[in-house]
């Protein structure tokens, strides 16, 4: 397709919803440092994460693998113990791949939850 007929943009926002945003928004806000908006999204840098009550769906996802958020952290060793001292649930425990430090958390509602660090080296395309 000529580049002039598709739309090009910039992720602004993901969108959760959930049968409890007010706790599922707190949640993230405290599991990775976002800022509240008054509106109800939690920011992180440039992107928010928005919190919408559904009537269409599950208090659980019962697909939690279909979309998963990940949060680029500095120090995943210090991230992994400030999560587990909120008591989050690990599905995956942090762990040392060959491109950096990854660990999988669920959510209230259930679903899947990445923390990331890169290695200097795959930063830098090594």
């Keep these: 397709m000529p580049a002039g007929n598709r739309s090009s943009g910039e992720i602004g926002s993901i969108l ?4 409890d945003p007010e706790r599922l928004a707190d949640w993230y806000c405290t599991a990775f440092g976002g800022k509240r908006d008054p509106h109800g999204p939690c920011l992180f840098g440039d992107v928010a994460i928005l919190f919408e009550h559904r009537d269409d769906v599950s208090s ?7 979309h998963i958020v990940n949060f680029g952290v500095e120090d995943a060793n210090a991230s992994s113990e400030y999560l587990d001292s909120l008591g989050v649930h690990w599905l995956v ?32 395309g090594g």
Excluded: H
């Design 16 to 19: 959760l919803g959930s049968t």
């Design 93 to 124: 425990p942090l762990e040392e791949r060959e491109d950096g430090w990854f660990g999988t958390i669920v959510d209230p509602d259930g679903n899947y939850v990445q923390i990331i660090q890169f290695k200097s080296e795959y930063l830098n």
């Design 60 to 66: 659980t996802n019962a697909e939690p693998g279909r």
